[in-house]
């Protein structure tokens, strides 16, 4: 049996066990690190190399409100997508004004934080449906909306008050 689970499974301490530790699968996978509940950061080495900006640390925020940028994280003209308690956020900094709107776009579902921001507009990668993000509406067809969240300012820290 030793031979079999050897040839199955590798060593304990062989390349594939240390890809099932590091994957998350199989009966000797360690267990995941912990992820906090509150806010989902982009990995700290990615916020290192400027891939993914890093919420702001040892700031508490209202009730209700949560950190999620440090304003200098967020350029002017540009948006990104954050998770805030498993909710997906595009926010968007429309010349110095922050924005936040749900990053599922209602036309098929496209990551709105990883599209476009045109003026007011976000633009849907995927094809291209635009929506106003201080208002939340489709300007070629203001029935359809992406619904909005409140955005705070304080100090350097933005924060969005979640439902
Ligand atoms: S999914 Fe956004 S425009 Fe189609």
Not at 23 to 40: C, L, M, Q, R
Request: aromatic content about 4%.
């Amino acid at each position: 049996m030793g031979l079999l689970r050897s040839l199955l499974l590798g060593r304990p301490d062989g390349l594939r066990a240390g890809q099932r530790r590091r994957f998350g699968g199989g009966a000797t996978a360690a267990a995941p690190p912990p992820v906090s509940p509150v806010v989902a950061a982009p990995a700290p080495a990615e916020a290192a190399l400027g891939l993914k900006p890093e919420p702001p640390r040892g700031v508490t925020p209202p009730d209700g409100f949560e950190v999620v940028l440090h304003k200098d994280a967020l350029k002017p003209g540009k948006v990104t997508e954050i998770i805030v308690g498993g909710t997906a956020i595009a926010v968007a900094n429309a010349d110095g004004a922050f924005h936040a709107c749900t990053n599922v776009c209602p036309h098929a579902g496209g990551p709105l934080g990883e599209g476009f921001l045109d003026g007011d507009c976000v633009e849907c990668p995927w094809h291209g449906w635009r929506y106003n993000v201080k208002t939340g509406e489709r300007p070629e067809n203001p029935e359809i909306k992406v619904d909005r969240y409140e955005v705070h300012i304080e100090g350097d820290t933005i924060k969005i008050l979640l439902p």
